[in-house]
């Protein structure tokens, strides 16, 4: 059930994206923290849970929260964005990731989220470890046009329904 994908001619412009619910294990907090010293980058949060009052009150001007939004409309916030990040201390999978990779996106994702198996390091995206907080800060500050455009090219590469066709067959075999 994938909605019609056009895609668009994307350029670098310092704006991360982060989707899920506002909970301890997204580690979202991470994130806040990161965005409140990078003050020229972006940040947009959709997502609704227990920390909200939380990162709002402690987020600057750069950080931008949504709240909730319906699935139809996450397109434009995958399309006006340039990476999505997700960041959890634990998640069995990430749905999030391949909508991103769908969208065209490249994705920072922790090694602890099951779906970093899609990712290709410095090809779609980057897979961070935890215990190594700089490395999400060198990874924003190392992306400029030249590197971004050879992410899109990498996510361009990779395709969903292929892995979707995949794992069909595993489940049928």
Known sequence: NKPTLNPIKRK???????????AKEKNIEMI??????????????????????ILKNKAKENINF???????????????????MLT??????G????????????????SNCGACVLINE???GYIIDLNNAR?????????NDKVYIKLLEGVEQFSINDKDIEQLKVYFA
Request: proline content about 3%; aromatic content about 12%.
């Open 12 to 22: 670098y412009k310092e704006r991360f994206l982060f989707i899920g619910r506002l």
């Open 32 to 53: 806040v923290d990161l965005f409140n010293c990078l003050k020229e980058y972006k940040l947009t949060i959709i997502g609704t849970g227990p920390l909200e009052e």
């Open 135 to 143: 490395s999400m800060r060198d990874i924003i500050l190392n992306l």
């Open 66 to 84: 949504k709240g909730q939004i319906v699935n139809r409309d996450l397109n434009k916030y995958f399309e006006s964005n340039d990476v999505l």
């Open 95 to 110: 749905l999030v990731i391949e909508e991103a990779l769908f969208f065209g996106i490249p994705v920072i994702v922790s």
């Open 88 to 93: 959890s201390t634990a998640e069995p999978w």
């Open 122 to 124: 410095g090809v779609n």
